[in-house]
C-alpha cells in the first residue's frame, strides 16, 4: 500500500555473474491507501483504494562500478558526527572493455532530514585508466547509522567546435 503524496523508492540486488546487459522484468501490483484528507475529497476517490499493476521489461548497461565512503573532516575522528561537516569520497571504475576519458556529472540527493548537501553536484573527468575519485562535502542532521545520501551518474557527450 502507497500513501498519497510519499515518495516510494525500490532497491533490488543484481545478480553477480551473467552478461551485459541485465534482462529484467518489473511487475508492480499496489493500492493507494486512503487518507483522512483523499478521504473527504470526492474528485480524488477513483484514485484512492483501487489494485493498480505496473510492468515493464528492460536492459539494464551497468557502466560503472561505485565506492562510496564518509570521511571524517575532524583529525584522528574515525566517525562523522551531528552537525559536522563529513567528506563523502566517490570512487568510480569503468566497466567498459575498452576505457578511455570521458566526463561524468555525479549528483547527490538526500532527505533533509538527515543530511545537509552543501554540493550537490560535480564534474569528474573520468582518466584513461577508467578510475576517477570526487569528494562532496556533506554533514549528517542527525545521530545514528544514516543511509548514505543517493548517487546518480550521469554520461557527458563532447560536442566538437
Given at each position: 500500500e ?7 523508492s ?9 552478461e551485459?546487459?541485465i534482462?529484467?522484468k518489473?511487475?508492480i501490483?499496489y ?6 484528507e ?12 483501487r489494485?493498480?499493476t505496473?510492468?515493464?521489461?528492460f ?9 562510496a565512503?564518509m570521511?571524517s573532516q ?16 566517490i570512487?568510480l571504475r ?6 578511455f576519458?570521458e566526463?561524468l ?11 545537509t548537501?552543501?554540493?550537490r553536484?560535480?564534474?569528474?573527468h573520468?582518466?584513461e ?13 542527525a545521530?545514528?547509522?544514516l ?5 546518480s ?9
Open positions: 502507497l500513501i498519497p503524496n510519499v515518495v516510494a525500490l532497491i533490488w540486488i543484481l545478480p553477480l555473474t551473467g551485459l546487459p534482462s529484467h518489473l511487475s501490483d493500492r493507494v491507501k486512503p487518507t483522512k483523499t478521504e473527504s475529497q470526492d474528485e480524488r476517490k477513483d484514485f484512492i483504494d489494485l493498480y505496473y510492468r515493464e521489461a536492459d539494464l548497461h551497468v557502466g560503472y562500478e561505485l565506492c565512503q570521511l575532524q583529525p584522528g575522528a574515525q566517525l562523522c558526527r551531528a552537525g559536522a561537516a563529513c567528506d563523502l569520497v570512487s569503468s566497466l567498459s572493455s575498452t576505457p576519458i566526463t556529472y555525479i549528483v547527490l540527493d538526500a532527505d533533509e532530514k538527515l543530511w548537501l552543501t554540493e553536484a560535480k564534474v569528474l573520468v582518466k585508466s577508467g578510475l576517477g575519485q570526487i569528494a562532496f562535502s556533506v554533514m549528517p542532521c545521530a545514528g547509522f543511509p548514505y545520501p543517493s548517487i551518474v550521469y554520461s557527458c557527450k563532447t560536442i566538437g567546435v
